[in-house]
């Protein structure tokens, strides 16, 4: 039913996708799936990296390449089942253009329940749900 899984991890809270990667696991090992762990490092505005230190950004990626390594090796799949891709952006873009670019049909995602400001203003899943050019499992956080 699905060959590739995207899973977007927050890299400032990745304990909260915990949800989604266990039912990516699950999905994986009932159909074969491949999974495609992604994390988006939100980009520094020119003003704020002006005050952060040199190679900020860098070192953040680095530690969050390293993060989703760890993820991926907790998960316990077999060897190529699963991939990682840190990058630099907006989180509702990236994950509809990686979910594109790696031929995802299917993204499985965690969303904290919505506030009110979340109904003048939205959440990146409920971009990523309007926009995704697959099917998306959206599951409740605490």
């Known amino acids: 039913m699905f060959k590739k899984i995207l899973v977007p991890i927050d890299p400032a809270e990745p304990a909260f996708a915990d949800d989604a990667i266990a039912k990516a696991s699950r999905l994986s090992s009932d159909y074969g799936a491949a999974i495609h762990l992604l994390a988006i490092c939100p980009e520094v505005q020119s003003f704020v990296a002006s005050q952060l230190p040199e190679g900020f950004q860098d070192a953040e990626l680095t530690e969050t390449r390293n993060m989703l390594a760890g993820v991926a090796e907790r998960m316990g799949l077999d ?37 009110f400001s979340t109904y003048f203003i939205g959440s990146h899943a409920a971009h990523i749900v309007r926009h995704a050019p697959c099917s998306v499992m959206v599951l409740r956080g605490e």
Request: aromatic residues 2%; proline residues 3%; glycine residues 10%.
């Open 79 to 115: 060897d190529g089942k699963v991939t990682t891709e840190a990058q630099i952006g907006y989180v509702d873009n990236a994950v509809i253009e990686v979910a594109q670019d790696c031929g995802a049909d299917l993204i499985v995602m965690t969303s904290h329940k919505p506030g």
